[in-house]
């Protein structure tokens, strides 16, 4: 941990990862310790901590720790630090660890703006990516003092969130650095009245598994959001729509220099025909009332088919039961078709609706005829082998 005022939400990262039962090591810089003290990260992590290099001497603590972590993770990362680390900087306890780690490292970094955007921090962040270390884009927002911008520290739940999968793949592979990609998540609402709106039970959790796992592979990611009310994902921009005219308008947007457009939102296909001014009142007769309604645009055929950027892969998604027209596969490679995309991951939902479930289970069929089954297991696990998919049809 570097010394930054956003030290003190790494003590909430530091509660999760104890808590899941993993043992954590605290090595603070001096600097961050005149931000939280020592006490706190003892306390928290039930292990001793030091900043220095002549401490416990006797058990080689700059060389051991880093070649024991199954993960190295700075948080937050300051603009000192990581030009230390860029550099091979040994000064302190934590660089030491940072020069001796064999394992995945993870840069949280939170600064000011003005110092995230200065050439030299914007080469050592280069630097540092182009050895492998995942460094996550901080968050827009509220700065420390009154300013806002870029440089805030991510949610720590999600800094939680993009470690454990790093550990779970015990890798930051960044398969997808230098690439662009753009997720939709969510369900769009369609406005009838002031009040009230057509909508539908996406969580959108499976569309911010895709965009964290992207950003955790490198990629720059944009999440076109839709009615969630999650937590953004650590390093990825997110975009936050309501209809699906909105949706369409972002992703278009988006998809301009994207590699990747995947489609997991669940756009509303219809609207009504127009939106009332005033809340729309029950007849005093109990008489029904008659929406009439218009089709939506079909965002994922259209990107499929106008491809704003050539070479791009598409990915949509299916929610299919079978009917007496077919089984689920055959629906499923109609829709394929009607959609014109590369890939389409679908989802047998007979049993029962997906909505908000942590699981997920898919068949993914690929335009060029591949089908991969991915057995149940988490959304996190699902979007990783969508982006295999993705991966495996870039331009090179
Ligand atoms: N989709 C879209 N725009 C819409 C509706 C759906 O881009 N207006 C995308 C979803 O994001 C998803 C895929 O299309 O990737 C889902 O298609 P689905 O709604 O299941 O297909 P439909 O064309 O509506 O077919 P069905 O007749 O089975 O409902």
Redesign the pocket.
Known sequence: MAGGIAAYKACELLRRLTESGHDVTVVPTSAALEFVGAPTWAALSGRPVSADLWSEVHEVPHVRLGQAADLVVVVPATADLLARAAHGLADDLLTNTLLTARCPVVLAPAMHTEMWEHAATRSNVATLRGRGVLVIEPAEGRLTGADTGRGRLPDPAEIFATCLDVLSRGTTASDLLGRRVVV?AGGTREPLDPVRFLGNRSSGLQGYALARTAAARGAEVTLVAANTDLADPAGVRVVRVET?AELREQVLVAAVDADAVV?????A?FRPVGVSGAKIKKADDGSALHLELVQ??????EISTRRVRPGSVVV?????TGDATGAVLDLARA?LAR?GCDLLVVNDVSGGAVFGQPDNEAVILAADGAVTDVPRGTKAALAHVIWDQVAARLRP
Do not use: R
């Open positions: 939709s699906t489609m997991a939102a669940a756009p296909d939506n645009p079909d965002v994922l055929h949509g998604f299916a929610a299919e829709k959609k």
